[in-house]
């Protein structure tokens, strides 16, 4: 009888021992993947935009060949303060002048928009959230459809955005993605802004009032780039050439 007790306890601890091994062992799997994953996005993001920060931080060239060839550079940046509870919000990033960074250049996030620089300094720069209700107005589309119109922000909640002027013949359907439309010189084109979550007719209008979810939680903000259109000034110079025909009519 007690041959068979120690038996079964010495069973019961063997297989307690191997079921905590092969956890073990498991973990440390998911624990070198995660790491691999870690490396493989550090390598993509350097690729890409350029990040390293043991050297001084500059903007990569990026061709939008959805937008016609027009060319943008960016520059990584951290974000050192944000707010998303006032009425119009802001936040703070580590570059600023003598990174390339100056007013009106938009700031995209990982999953989504962010921003537009409204001050710098040398060293830091100040950017409108998107998150504001009386400041800042977006160019978005619906991807499927391409119909354009106004991207706003009510001061109700910081995962939501209203798209307006959207014919109400548009066809829509929620999860439809919105993404920026590429007719201003702030943000490139295609860039993922969220997805429909509700619309309605307003009555007011006419059009359709579309509720947007946000893609990129603005509220755990931590690395965002600075968006600068190599083509803004030239831009610039014809429609300044178009309000001038405008005045003399």
């Not at 790491?35 to 690729?47: I, P, R, V, Y």
């Not at 040398?122 to 009386?134: E, G």
């Not at 969220?194 to 939680?217: C, F, H, M, P």
């Amino acid at each position: 009888m007690q041959q068979s007790f120690l038996a079964a306890q010495t069973t019961a601890f063997n297989a307690w021992i191997s079921g905590y091994i092969d956890q073990g062992t498991s973990y440390l799997k998911l624990k070198q993947i995660n790491e691999d994953l870690t490396a493989q996005n550090k390598a993509l993001m350097s690729e890409l935009y350029g990040k390293d920060k043991s050297a001084n931080p500059q903007f990569r060239r990026i061709t939008d060949t959805i937008g016609g060839g027009q060319i943008y550079t960016f520059v990584d940046a951290d974000i050192v303060n944000n707010s998303i509870t006032r009425k119009d919000n802001y936040f703070t990033i580590d570059r600023g002048k003598r990174h390339g960074v100056f007013p009106k250049m938009g700031v995209i996030a990982p999953n989504g928009i962010a921003g537009i620089v409204v001050n710098t300094t040398n060293n830091y720069a100040l950017v409108q959230s998107i998150l504001s209700v009386n400041k800042i107005k977006i160019n978005a589309a619906l991807k499927n459809s391409g119909y354009f119109g106004t991207l706003t922000w009510r001061g109700d909640n910081s995962r939501t955005m209203h798209l307006a002027d959207i014919p109400k013949y548009v066809p829509l359907k929620v999860g439809d993605t919105v993404v920026t439309d590429g007719k201003s010189s702030i943000f490139p084109q295609g860039k993922m802004i969220g997805r429909v979550a509700g619309y309605e007719v307003d009555s007011k209008t006419g059009y359709w009032d579309i509720s947007v979810e946000l893609n990129q939680k603005m509220g755990n903000l931590q690395k965002v780039f600075v968006v600068r259109n190599l083509k803004k000034l030239e831009l610039k110079q014809i429609q300044d050439t178009l309000d001038a025909a405008i005045k003399n009519d």
